[in-house]
């Protein structure tokens, strides 16, 4: 009798189980019909004569419809999520074929460009943009939302979030001069992109055009932002760099975001190493230069507090990152450039086991050309550079006294990624003498 009810209920689950299948079958079917048509209309060409309608009824309602079988199937409620605004649309296909979102998050001067690299030389189905913010923060500086840090963070958001789903619109409305018929010559180190300096995104300047870009690999022409949208959705990951993101906390809705699957990397670098850099770097700096001549440095300067404040920003989301909150877990990665430049390839291979992203053959070539080279470039922008000599020598070209001035200020955060204060000019310039603890951050 109990044998008997038992297959019975057995039976019963396994009809139910049918059933289910059937019913998330038909419903799949249907979200994946609406999501292709999306799809196709994002991937549409687009001429420069014909901007993108991003108001259109029956996108909107494709898009509804695609959120409610969503929530149906997942449980989850995506009426506030940032797809319901109107210059977004949802992409489905992301997910399902592997694709990765990395955003590199630093500061100037910590070897942000290096690392950047890592990931634009990794091949043909890479996407990266260097430096988009740039034209955020400058239009900002001038506006009341730059004094804002809340408004300021969610602006940046807001831009990352469209260029990470192959939008440029968000960003087209911070470029000066506006792009024409989206079009324009002004975007910020365009040349830094290997995906914005290959055809078709690459076309050749016209005669008469006085600018364009010096790529390595050709000369281009004004940049036709949806020729690199369309560039932007033929690639599998997509990477960005930025050093204009002071909070890792303001990120949350974007890392939620169920269109993408974004992995963090936070690099920092020793903030006494930072200021050698940026004082060689920067002619803003002169303050420091002269305090650096004098030997003399008034703490209470605006310009202490504001390294203090730098260092504070840092410590704060790296504390954030390193506690893995509930949207961050598995999503955050810190790195010190240091460990990078004392072993470019074993931490660049961490790097993109963290993110999931098969280490290419070019990317490891072009560590080995660029991390052991004695000659060629060697600029303060260059990223061609033999690493294991360069992450010491900000220690015989910054003085004792300033070394003093950012250990008091940067004390805490120097002290949780794990580099070592010095106490006398003698132990600064003893390179046997390690200013790196042994540390591990995930």
């Not at 694709?99 to 950047?116: C, D, E, M, Y």
């Amino acid at each position: 009798m109990n044998k008997t009810r038992r297959m019975k209920t057995k039976y019963a689950i396994v009809f139910i189980c049918i059933v289910a299948l059937v019913i998330i079958e038909k419903e799949s079917n249907i979200i994946s019909r609406v999501s292709d048509k999306l799809i196709q209309r994002q991937n549409q060409v687009q001429t420069p004569q014909t901007p993108v309608d991003h108001n259109s009824n029956d996108t909107n309602m494709a898009l509804n419809m695609l959120k409610l079988l969503f929530s149906k199937l997942t449980n989850r409620n995506f009426s506030d999520l940032p797809g319901d605004q109107e210059d977004k649309t949802w992409d489905r296909s992301s997910l399902s074929r592997g694709q990765k979102h990395i955003l590199l998050l630093a500061t100037t001067r910590t070897g942000s460009s290096f690392v950047g690299e890592l990931f634009n030389q990794h091949g043909d189905d890479m996407f990266y943009l260097y430096e988009p913010l740039w034209h955020v923060e400058r239009m900002l500086a001038s506006a009341a939302e730059g004094n804002n840090a809340t408004a300021q963070g969610g602006i940046y958001r807001d831009v990352l979030q469209g260029l990470f789903v192959c939008d440029f619109i968000p960003l087209e409305r911070f470029i000066y001069p506006s792009p024409k018929e989206h079009v324009t010559a002004m975007l910020f180190r365009r040349e830094s992109s290997l995906s914005l300096c290959e055809e078709p995104v690459c076309t050749p300047p016209v005669k008469d055009v006085v600018e364009s870009y010096h790529c390595k690999i050709r000369r281009c022409g004004p940049l036709n932002l949806t020729l690199a949208a369309e560039s932007c959705l033929s690639k599998q990951h997509h990477a960005i760099k930025t050093v204009r993101i002071r909070q890792l906390d303001s990120l949350q809705p974007l890392v939620e975001d169920p269109r993408l699957d974004i992995r963090i990397i936070q690099l920092v670098r020793d903030p006494r190493a930072i200021l050698a850099s940026r004082m060689v770097a920067f002619s803003m700096y002169q303050t420091w230069k002269t305090w650096a001549h004098d030997g003399q440095v008034p703490e209470d300067d605006e310009v202490v507090k504001r390294l203090q404040g730098n260092c504070d920003n840092i410590r704060m989301s790296a504390e954030v990152g390193l506690r893995q909150p509930h949207w961050l877990r598995g999503r955050y990665m810190l790195v010190r450039y240091e460990d990078i430049a004392r072993n470019p390839m074993e931490k660049a291979q961490e790097m993109y086991r963290f993110t999931g992203i098969p280490f290419s053959d070019k990317a490891r070539d072009w560590i080995v050309r660029n991390t052991q080279t004695t000659s060629g470039p060697s600029g303060v922008y260059s990223t061609q550079k033999n690493s294991s000599e360069q992450v010491e020598k900000w220690r015989f070209s910054i003085p004792f006294t300033l070394v003093q001035v950012v250990q008091k200020v940067c004390g805490p955060t120097m002290r949780l990624f794990g580099y070592k204060l010095v106490h006398d000019e003698k132990t600064l310039v003893n390179k046997s003498i390690s200013l790196l603890e042994e540390k591990m951050f995930y």
